[in-house]
């Protein structure tokens, strides 16, 4: 089946403590993009990826760290998590970057 | 700056009451309009892509529509299936890698 894996679903972590949110997909994808949805915000994207080893800021990247070193597979990190990163994060894919996306099912960070 | 404004925020409808969603834009160069739904606790899910102004896509009960500032999605005789959060997305020259959302609108279908 055709999808985008993240994980984990929950997490609740304390400030500063180190945390990386894994995203694979299986669809041979070249795009791949990370977003953080908050009420009242609506979708935000953090970082993306054009292809393996091409990564760029979105529009609220402060406080993440992304890689692509695969095609399926871009991780993301905080490095020191403070509350205010709490959140709903989706990863997506496309085919490319004008694509329809592909989201996962979401991780909902608590950062304490 | 790139905008998408959606209205109105939430939408209640009776069973069978049609009716229509806006997404209001201004972007510089569109390149291409998202519509998206999304269901509690799941990721978005792609719908319809629109192109150009005078675009139109059909899927089941719903159909969008695009002009050169606004995209309507319009339901008609919805069910209560079709109660879902629906997402708006644009695409502009300037960063096309980019997708700049809307807050969406909260849709609820009474049976």
């Known amino acids: 089946e055709a999808q985008v894996t993240q994980n984990p679903r929950y997490l609740i972590t304390v400030t500063g403590k180190k945390l990386t949110v894994t995203c694979s997909q299986n669809?041979?994808?070249?795009?791949m993009s990370w977003y953080r949805q908050d009420p009242g915000l609506g979708l935000r994207q953090i970082y993306y990826?054009?292809?393996?080893?091409?990564?760029d800021k979105g529009d609220v990247p402060e406080g993440y760290k992304v890689s692509r070193k695969e095609k399926r597979n871009f991780p993301l990190i905080l490095e020191s998590p403070s509350p205010n990163q709490t959140s709903l994060y989706f990863c997506?894919?496309?085919?490319?970057?004008?694509?329809?996306?592909?989201f996962g099912n979401g991780t909902r960070l608590t950062v304490t | 700056e790139d905008q998408v404004t959606q209205s109105p925020e939430a939408l209640r409808l009776q069973e069978g009451e049609s009716s229509s969603l806006n997404c209001s834009y201004t972007?510089?160069?569109?390149?291409?309009l998202f519509w998206y739904r999304q269901d509690p606790g799941k990721g978005p899910e792609f719908l319809f892509t629109?192109?150009?102004a005078g675009e139109e896509k059909e899927k089941e009960r719903l159909k969008a529509t695009l002009t050169k500032k606004e995209s309507f999605l319009h339901i008609t005789a919805p069910k209560p299936e079709d109660s879902a959060t629906y997402l708006c997305?644009?695409?502009?020259?300037?960063?096309?890698?980019?997708?700049?959302f809307g807050q969406g609108t909260r849709l609820t279908i009474n049976p």
């Open positions: 997506a894919s496309s085919y490319t970057y004008n694509s329809p996306l592909h």
């Open positions: 669809m041979n994808h070249e795009y």
């Open positions: 990826s054009m292809n393996v080893e091409v990564t």
């Open positions: 972007v510089s160069g569109l390149r291409g």
């Open positions: 629109l192109y150009s």
């Open positions: 997305a644009v695409q502009a020259g300037r960063g096309a890698q980019k997708l700049v």
